[in-house]
């Protein structure tokens, strides 16, 4: 089976641009996560979905991120406008179940964002 | 709120040696996993195991719920295995949707 698949694998991009990063979840999974790494602040939870609706999304840092999941199989993340301190390693994830029960988390392979 | 701490910080191996790294948890979990995170950055789900022990190939992993840790084995260590390990739980104080992950064990397997 497929993984899940994340593109762009790497973005550079001016300050001020948009940014969207695309994300097709595991076949079967009813829950998608968007997760931002960096060197400073490891990995964080930005937000994330049950059967298509957004759960939490208390760790989105500002009202620049915005997250979608139009249907079942596929989600964006949006930056607009971007800046330099966005430049991480957006990572999104799928789990067959909750972490409340017996959901394991699969990730892709991460969109590396550069932000000059 | 649920604390994770992964012990040690960083380990230095020589090839074909075993290593045994400890994630401690302050509270009772129904969720834990471990991952590696390969120099690539890509981060790989290697163990579900919220208690008892498992194995797949050189890698184990046994978790004793009741004494709140987590090990993870490795045995026989190749050049493969360097990486990040993160351990990460989830419990019903938390959100069903948040695992809380460790700060991780930075390994590096020396030829």
């Known amino acids: 089976d497929a993984g899940v698949i994340q593109s762009p694998r790497h973005e550079v991009t001016e300050m001020g641009q948009e940014v969207t990063l695309r994300c097709k979840p595991i076949s079967g999974h009813d829950y998608l996560f968007w997760y931002r790494q960096t060197m400073m602040r490891g990995l964080e939870l930005l937000i994330y979905f049950n059967n298509n609706v957004p759960i939490d999304d208390s760790g989105m840092p500002e009202d620049r991120f915005s997250a979608k999941m139009p249907n079942a199989s596929f989600s964006t993340l949006k930056i607009q406008p971007s800046e330099p301190r966005d430049s991480a390693v957006y990572f999104c994830a799928s789990s067959l179940a909750s972490f409340y029960n017996t959901g394991e988390l699969f990730f892709g392979e991460g969109s590396r964002l550069t932000v000059l | 709120g649920i604390q994770v701490e992964q012990s040690p910080p960083d380990l230095i191996l020589q090839e074909g040696a075993n290593s045994t790294l400890r994630c401690n948890f302050s509270?009772?979990?129904?969720?834990l996993q471990w991952f590696h995170q390969n120099p690539w950055g890509q981060l790989i789900n290697l163990f579900y195991i919220p208690s008892g022990t498992k194995q797949n190939g050189r890698l184990s992993a046994t978790t004793v719920a009741t004494e709140r840790y987590s090990l993870l084995y490795i045995s026989s260590s190749q050049t493969t295995d360097s990486g990040v390990y993160f351990c990460a739980v989830g419990h019903y104080g938390g959100s069903q949707g948040n695992l809380i992950f460790g700060k991780g064990t930075k390994l590096s397997v020396k030829p």
């Open positions: 509270d009772s979990v129904n969720n």
